[in-house]
């Protein structure tokens, strides 16, 4: 019965502990793709309002230069912090940075790429993507400088320049640990607290079952000692009307040796043999069972301990308490069986003691 309860509540535990560590992998993904979601929406919105303002610009009559100027100019007063822009044209040049520095460089065919928020299994070369000449967006990975961020490429009409929108993931990812954090000591405090009120739980209804068996348990012992206390009678009353012989003819090795009645100490079963065994410490068998032996023994000098001993009253040098209901015959010579006594059989042997 125990086994089983710890068993129960082991799988319970395993179990809530894995249905616990899927909802905060789902919690926590979930979170993380919704603030990559906001950081490309607000790449997508500063990306194509650059794009407008730079479109209205030539078509206010600046020329190309001049419109390219000014914005180099526009992005050089900004920072390239968290959140930056750059123009590039459709191969891939830098047209215009806020580091100027890097205005006029060439990105490699194969040091970038883009993958989509729709498919994150898709990953584009971000060089190809420029040549495309579409917008486009997504979580762009910088191979040399190991940098990761999310980028929205906008197209300037009647140009073939890009505009990029770069929202670095530093911050992104500091905000992350901490929500893990807390979302982590969240989930394990649930946890605890389930475990402790499932186990409180199963420990109560566990205790009302055992008590019930328990009780069931006790009523069909009492129905059982009240059935042997009738058997036991009935065999008295049986065995009294048997008849008593003196001797039995005994088999030890290949020889054929008489028992006297008086001279046996006490008579037992083993392995399904019978062994006598006189007050001399002899031992030999008989071809009877116990029940055939007992009934042609007399009842005031032998008493049939258990269903496998009968013990002879001269054998017994004393008798001791054996666990809070029974008693142990100590014999002469010694037994190599236990002579114990059950709680049932105790009243009747004391009164068979006390008649002798």
């Known amino acids: 019965m125990k086994k089983t309860y710890f068993l129960i509540s082991f799988f319970i535990v395993a179990a809530l502990a894995a249905t ?12 993380r793709y919704d603030l990559l979601e906001e950081d490309l929406r607000v790449a997508e919105y500063q990306s194509r309002l650059i794009s407008e303002m730079v479109s209205r610009e030539l078509e206010s009559g600046s020329t190309q230069e001049e419109a390219k100027a000014k914005l180099q100019i ?39 790429t883009v993958k989509s928020f729709s498919n994150l299994d898709l990953e584009r070369n971000f060089k ?49 640990n901490a929500f893990k954090t807390k979302l982590l000591l969240l989930f ?21 079952y055992f008590s019930k068996i328990t009780k069931e348990n006790l009523k069909i012992r009492d129905e059982i000692l009240e059935k042997q206390s009738f058997e036991v009678a009935h065999e008295v009353v049986k065995e009294e009307e048997e008849p008593v012989v003196k001797r039995f003819l005994a088999e ?61 009253l001269k054998s017994i040098q004393n008798i001791e308490k054996y666990g809070l209901t029974q008693l142990k015959a ?27």
Not at 330 to 356: C, D, L, N, R
């Open 20 to 31: 616990h560590y899927l909802a905060f992998i789902f919690i926590y993904n979930s979170f």
């Open 74 to 112: 526009s992005l050089e007063r900004s920072s390239t912090g968290p959140v930056f822009i750059c123009m590039f044209n459709k191969e891939g040049k830098e047209i215009c940075h806020p580091n100027k520095n890097l205005v006029g460089i060439t990105i490699a065919d194969d040091n970038s």
């Open 128 to 176: 190809s993507i420029l040549n495309t000449y579409t917008a486009y967006g997504g979580i762009h990975t910088i191979k040399d400088e190991n940098k990761t961020e999310v980028i929205y490429l906008t197209p300037v009409r009647d140009t073939d320049w890009i505009i990029a929108s770069h929202v670095n993931l530093i911050s992104l990812e500091k905000t992350l």
């Open 188 to 208: 394990i405090f649930t946890w605890v607290c389930s475990i402790v009120l499932i186990l409180f739980l199963i420990n109560f209804l566990y205790q009302r």
């Open 252 to 312: 030890k090795g290949l020889k054929l040796i008489p028992v006297e009645i008086e001279s046996i100490a006490f008579i037992y079963l083993d392995n399904k043999i019978v062994y006598v065994v006189d007050i001399n410490g002899m031992k030999s068998t008989l071809n009877m069972s116990l029940e055939e032996i007992f009934q042609t023994l007399p009842k005031d000098q032998f008493f049939r301990v258990s269903r496998q001993v009968i013990l002879a």
């Open 330 to 356: 100590i014999t002469h010579p010694v037994s190599e069986v236990p002579i114990i006594i059950s709680k049932a059989k105790v009243s009747e042997f004391k009164s068979w003691i006390g008649k002798k």
